[in-house]
């Protein structure tokens, strides 16, 4: 057709997956691609259960599909008739190698250039919408400059600020967007092509453009940032334990200052998904090879309070119940690392789910969108808990289809994600179905303490004020 720009995505996920559909949904006269290697993912976009839960996904794709928006494995097709290609695809922390356990693998975006050059025969603008390390887009723009064909590429940075769950409003309604590109007269024309596509509905002034390492490096510091303040309020419930102040009253306390803010004081059991950790890690990383030590142990500390928190409500749940889980039977309410999201990724809860495990618990989990494949992979995935490390683990893990089904006749509760389903239950039916003393750990402060203490339950949440017997 007579489209005003075509654009194809490289990588069908999380953040390829509900941005593309959102470009295409905002820009009707542009022709939106999205295109994978792997087959069942598309497959799985171009039927009605699409491969990912979103609030508002749906909608948006059924709106857009097969109008202006398209999901395809024909890879090299898409991929030369684009003006405009972004490289969303996976960019996980390196299992094994030089920089194993923190480096980010960038092998994919490199595998995407190669690809690029490969199959191009116009020139085209490479957007890099991965967390990448500092400087990748010069690798990327080195890779493609290889190509035989006299081709130009401009390879852009606009890295994606979307947290899942909310992908769809974050999308329409970004708080800023950003756009990296080289400072040339070429660089700052892709720029302001990129910026046109955006300009379809985000406001001219919060489309932020900056040099190409600014933007790159930006997405890994506002990801240290945001976890840094989890981890901050985290370190301090522990404090409150300790002395009977109260978290949530700090958090407010502390938040009213317009300098520190309101957002992201929630103490938790930890923060988990798939971003936090690895792009922390990847700029501790960073810093180790520029020599900067102190930079990397300072960023390093997030990760480690984090750790420290996710082990300390497992410690505590074991000594609150008498120094023994074994054979115990401990309802898990929830396994996503957030609400209103069935991913998994580094949730806190398979953390605590282990530890527990280790201490031959029989755990009923119920998450009203996480299934018992996804869990067991995230077991293995996560904390490389498998039959052999755990015994018996197919049987001490039990998913169940309903939180009452989950409670019934169990010691303790532990929920681990702030599903708002979780604070509507009848909870005083769940405690006439437990074995007493019923317990209830809640790692996301989201249940009424004092209606818990008046049904019988001998409940905790994290960092309020001590019971008198504890
Ligand atoms: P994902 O794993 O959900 O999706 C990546 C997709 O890329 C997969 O479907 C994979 O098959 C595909 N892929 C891999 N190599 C490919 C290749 N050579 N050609 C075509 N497709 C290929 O990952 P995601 O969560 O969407 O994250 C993508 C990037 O965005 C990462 O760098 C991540 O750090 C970043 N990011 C993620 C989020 C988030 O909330 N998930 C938010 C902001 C940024
Ligand atoms: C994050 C960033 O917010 C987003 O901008 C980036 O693009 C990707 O990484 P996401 O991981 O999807 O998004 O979710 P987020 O809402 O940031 O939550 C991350 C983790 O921190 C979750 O486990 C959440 O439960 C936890 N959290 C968050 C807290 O424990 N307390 C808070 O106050 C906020």
């Not at 958090?251 to 309101?262: K, T, Y």
């Not at 309903?402 to 708002?420: N, Q, S």
Request: hydrophobic share 40%; net charge negative; with cysteine.
């Amino acid at each position: 057709g007579d489209w005003e720009l075509r654009i194809v995505c490289m990588g069908a996920g999380y953040v390829g997956g509900p941005t593309m559909a959102v470009i295409a949904k905002k820009c009707p006269r542009i022709r939106v691609a999205v295109v994978d290697i792997s087959t069942s993912q598309i497959d799985a976009w171009n039927s009605k259960d699409l491969p990912i839960y979103e609030p508002g996904l749906q909608e948006v794709v059924e709106e857009t599909r097969g109008k202006n928006l398209f999901f395809s494995v024909d890879i090299d097709a898409e991929v030369a008739a684009a003006d405009l290609i972004f490289v969303s695809v996976n960019t996980p922390t390196k299992l094994t190698g030089i920089g194993a356990g923190r480096a980010a693998n960038v092998k994919n975006c490199e595998l995407c250039a190669r690809k690029i050059a490969e199959v191009s025969t116009s020139s085209k603008i490479v957007v890099e919408k991965s967390t990448v390390p500092v400087r990748t887009a010069d690798a990327v723009r080195r890779v493609l400059a290889t190509n035989d064909k006299g081709i130009k590429f401009q390879v852009l940075s606009n890295p994606e600020f979307l947290a899942e769950g909310t992908a769809i409003d974050d999308l329409m309604d970004p708080g800023r967007v950003l756009i990296g590109g080289e400072q040339t007269p070429d660089g700052l024309a892709a720029i302001e092509k990129l910026v046109k596509v955006y300009a379809h509905w985000v406001p001219r002034e919060r489309i932020l453009t900056t040099n190409l390492w600014s933007s790159e490096l930006s997405k890994l510091v506002a990801n240290a940032f945001l976890a840094q303040r989890v981890s901050s309020i985290n370190s301090i419930s522990a404090l409150c334990e300790a002395t009977d102040a109260d978290v949530s009253e700090v958090a407010r306390a502390i938040g009213s200052d317009h300098r520190i803010g309101s957002k992201f004081l929630q103490a938790s059991v930890g923060f988990g998904g798939s971003c936090f950790q690895k792009d922390i890690l990847n700029l501790v990383y960073l810093c180790e090879s520029f020599g900067l030590e102190e930079v990397a142990e300072y960023w390093n500390q997030v990760i480690k309070m984090n750790d420290y928190q996710k082990s300390r409500f497992s410690s505590l749940i074991v000594s609150r119940m008498f120094n023994t889980v074994t054979g115990k039977r401990i309802a898990i309410f929830g396994f996503a690392f957030k609400k209103d999201t069935g991913d998994t990724r580094e949730t806190a809860s398979v953390f605590v789910c282990r530890n527990l495990l280790e201490e031959r618990a029989r755990l009923h989990v119920f998450d009203p969108k996480v299934t018992r494949e996804q869990m067991m992979l995230e077991f293995e995935y996560s904390t490389g808990t498998t039959e052999k490390t755990v015994p018996g683990l197919n049987e001490l893990v039990i998913t169940a289809e309903c939180p009452y089904e989950a409670a019934k006749g169990a010691h303790a509760i532990a929920i681990l994600t702030e599903w708002d389903e979780f604070k509507n239950y009848d909870y005083q039916r769940i405690y006439d179905s437990m074995a007493k003393p019923a317990f209830i750990f809640d790692g996301r402060n989201i249940l009424d303490q004092a209606k818990l203490g008046q049904i019988g339950f001998e409940h905790y949440a994290i960092g309020k004020p001590r019971r008198k017997e504890w």
